[in-house]
């Protein structure tokens, strides 16, 4: 089973943070100069999320502008409380707006890096209505404490109270639509309260200890914490190495970009100056070299799969005779900008995973040519550098960009020792 569509509760009124956040919704909460809940879409669309419900209340329309601008190819929807319903009532409103089986559910100021695979294994092992992720924490006052029996099953839930250990309810649930669509529920309604702690007893709500990064920014304290540990990293190219992977746009930055028009064939396709002696410095330096590329003069019908598998083949040959290598080309033909393999959404970073295991996006590197290469790397969690070749007038200092090269040899001269 793949679970690919989510709730994102972001109806809250952030009423402990207003001192510090003023009359924002607490998802838009801005942390290291982007709003909270950018980090939540990103880190979600990493794990396979491709279609979000976007459940808004106070200031609804701050976050929906936000995704209008910064999110215009994500899939998604917005389903707007005309009065506060609660947790339940939220998600009961929203989750009428899936079109999967299984949904998962989390909030817009909460940040837990989950696996959803692991997560997406155990609950349909346990063929579960309900599956919480559960963070195990020391030394805390701040949640209550989730217990769980042999089979995996919650057997208690425990009041707020100070723990030298426990494990907490992250508020991220795995929900199997159709079995919750079956209870009788009031318009307004807590989720714990009401359907947690009022149905774990009939043995189909399940927990799964998830030991990774979790934050609330809920109180100050959390917040201004959170401002440090999501602060930028800055690029030093000194540290590259092979442990390192390098995506690499390709039309305007292995080749000359044919502006207006698509390289249908391998007669129109010309090397970039010093692209070439690039990639030699690349297979030097990277552990591995990734093509990302949207192609939709495939999808328009102006050339065929067949025609780009040949200027693919041919690019590859000349680069290995050339000293270099490439370890795998990605691309999407889908003329839809919607579509979760087209840049800049991140389907084929996630694909990439999945074949290299190996990759560490907090080492990995995306270089690009145009805006949605750097949105494609953000949302990825790499490290990008702008080429100016077809866009010289981009801005910069820039916060999707790290640095700025005139080509992609220009930036392969900054690896030499």
Not at 1 to 7: L, Q, W, Y
Not at 304 to 319: F, G, P, S, V, W
Request: hydrophobic share 35%.
């Amino acid at each position: 089973m793949k679970v690919s569509e989510a709730i994102i509760l972001a109806g809250g009124l952030g009423t402990r943070l207003r001192g510090v956040i003023n009359e924002l919704p607490k998802a838009m909460a801005p942390v290291a100069g982007r709003p909270f809940i950018s980090y939540v879409i990103d880190y979600l669309r990493m794990q396979g999320i491709e279609k979000f419900i976007f459940s808004l209340g106070y200031k609804n329309e701050v976050i929906i502008n936000y995704l209008q601008q910064q999110y215009s190819t994500l899939q998604y929807e917005c389903v707007i409380e005309e009065e506060p319903l609660g947790t339940g009532g939220a998600i009961l409103l929203s989750i009428k707006k899936a079109t999967d089986q299984n949904i998962l559910v989390t909030n817009g100021d909460t940040l837990y890096r989950i696996d959803l695979d692991d997560l997406t294994s155990k609950h349909t092992s346990y063929d579960a209505e309900c599956t919480l992720a559960l963070k195990p924490m020391k030394n805390f006052s701040r949640f209550g404490v989730v217990d769980l029996n042999e089979e995996g099953t919650i057997s208690s839930f425990n009041e707020k109270q100070f723990y030298s250990e426990g494990l907490i309810n992250g508020g991220c649930y795995l929900l199997n639509v159709n079995a919750f669509l079956r209870h009788s529920f009031p318009e307004k309604f807590s989720f714990e309260t009401d359907y947690l702690e009022k149905h774990y007893r009939e043995k189909n709500i399940y927990g799964s200890i998830e030991d990774a990064y979790f934050i609330d920014i809920g109180i100050p304290e959390d917040y201004e914490r959170a401002q440090k540990e999501f602060a930028s990293q800055l690029l030093d190219v000194s540290k590259i190495d092979s442990s390192w992977t390098i995506f690499i746009d390709r039309d305007g930055v292995v080749n000359e970009e044919r502006v207006g028009e698509y390289v249908q064939n391998w007669e129109q396709f010309k090397f970039h100056h010093g692209a070439l002696e690039a990639f030699k410095v690349f297979n030097e330096v990277f552990g591995r070299i990734i093509i990302v590329s949207n192609q939709r003069g495939v999808g328009k019908g102006l050339m065929t799969k067949d025609d780009l598998t040949d200027i693919q083949n041919k690019m590859q040959k000349d680069i290995e005779e050339a000293g270099g290598r490439i370890d795998k080309i990605y691309y999407c033909a889908e003329v839809s900008d919607t579509c979760f393999f087209r840049k800049p959404n991140p389907g084929m970073a996630v694909q990439a995973k999945k074949e290299f295991p190996a990759i560490n996006f907090n080492k990995s590197i995306m270089v690009g040519n145009k805006p949605g290469d750097m949105k494609f790397g953000r949302a990825a969690g790499m490290f990008t550098a702008f080429l100016t070749t077809t866009n010289p007038h981009q801005p910069f200092p820039h916060p999707d960009i790290d640095a700025r090269f005139s080509s992609l040899i220009e930036f392969a001269n900054t690896l030499k020792p």
